[in-house]
């Protein structure tokens, strides 16, 4: 399910294939308004991709923050996220969450029995990524995290029996086309367009959700 509209503002959308990280980079915060910081990257060591941070069994190669203090070094700005990944033009494109947006994280059987069931109710989306990991993370408006929990029990599930998260602050998604090691890169599943410039609230979108995950268990 991917979003395309005709016309020369669509174009400026980041592509998934066939742009630098730096000007993908750029283009988020310059087009979306999203704060944006490297991650990791990938390097090859004996002819095998390993991740700079030097963890041979790293969990998520090339694709997590480089610093502890990644929260205070994302910015909003093109003009600095230029000068970022100029200093490291193959580093990860990490968005921190709980700022402009929150992601709710499913499996990606669950995200996308979730799509099919919203695209029925002609539900508006925002962004959706499909992760390596085989994880689906829906971009909804911020404060997600504190709603969600309680609008999942008025469904009648309770939040720890689905296998959903909801990412706010603090933490982070990783950005298409940010590759995690030999798995693969993070894709759009439902691309930013403008017409999913404002994103719903997770109440528009908990109930195909929590209602997928339930059958994925």
């Given at each position: 399910?991917?979003?395309?509209?005709?016309?020369?503002e669509?174009?400026q959308?980041?592509?998934?294939?066939?742009?630098?990280?730096?000007?993908t980079?750029?283009?988020?915060?310059?087009e979306?308004?999203?704060d944006?910081?490297?991650?990791?990257?990938?390097?090859?060591v004996?002819?095998?991709q390993?991740?700079s941070?030097?963890?041979?069994?790293?969990p998520?190669p090339g694709?997590?923050p480089a610093r502890?203090?990644?929260a205070?070094?994302a910015?909003?700005?093109a003009?600095?996220?230029?000068?970022?990944?100029?200093?490291q033009?193959?580093a990860?494109?990490l968005?921190?969450?709980?700022?402009?947006?929150?992601?709710?994280?499913?499996?990606e059987?669950?995200?996308f029995?979730?799509l099919a069931?919203?695209?029925?109710?002609?539900?508006t989306?925002?962004?959706?990524?499909?992760?390596?990991?085989?994880r689906?993370?829906f971009?909804?408006?911020?404060?997600?995290?504190?709603?969600?929990?309680?609008?999942?029990?008025?469904?009648?599930?309770?939040?720890?029996?689905?296998?959903?998260?909801?990412l706010?602050e603090?933490?982070?998604?990783a950005?298409?086309?940010?590759?995690?090691?030999?798995?693969?890169?993070?894709?759009?599943?439902?691309?930013?367009?403008?017409?999913?410039?404002?994103?719903p609230?997770a109440?528009e979108l908990?109930?195909?959700?929590a209602y997928?995950?339930g059958?994925?268990?």
């Amino acid at each position: 399910m991917e979003e395309t509209i005709a016309g020369t503002e669509a174009a400026q959308i980041p592509k998934q294939r066939g742009e630098s990280l730096l000007e993908t980079a750029v283009r988020y915060a310059e087009e979306r308004h999203w704060d944006v910081f490297p991650g990791t990257w990938l390097e090859a060591v004996d002819g095998a991709q390993r991740c700079s941070c030097g963890d041979a069994a790293c969990p998520a190669p090339g694709s997590h923050p480089a610093r502890p203090d990644w929260a205070t070094q994302a910015t909003g700005s093109a003009t600095v996220a230029r000068r970022m990944w100029q200093k490291q033009p193959t580093a990860s494109i990490l968005l921190p969450t709980g700022r402009t947006f929150d992601a709710i994280s499913v499996p990606e059987t669950a995200g996308f029995l979730a799509l099919a069931r919203m695209e029925r109710m002609e539900l508006t989306l925002g962004p959706v990524t499909l992760t390596p990991d085989r994880r689906m993370e829906f971009f909804v408006l911020p404060g997600a995290s504190v709603k969600v929990p309680d609008l999942v029990r008025k469904l009648g599930w309770s939040l720890s029996s689905l296998d959903l998260t909801v990412l706010g602050e603090g933490a982070y998604v990783a950005a298409p086309p940010t590759r995690f090691g030999s798995r693969g890169a993070v894709q759009w599943a439902c691309r930013p367009t403008p017409a999913n410039r404002w994103l719903p609230d997770a109440e528009e979108l908990i109930s195909p959700l929590a209602y997928a995950c339930g059958r994925d268990r």
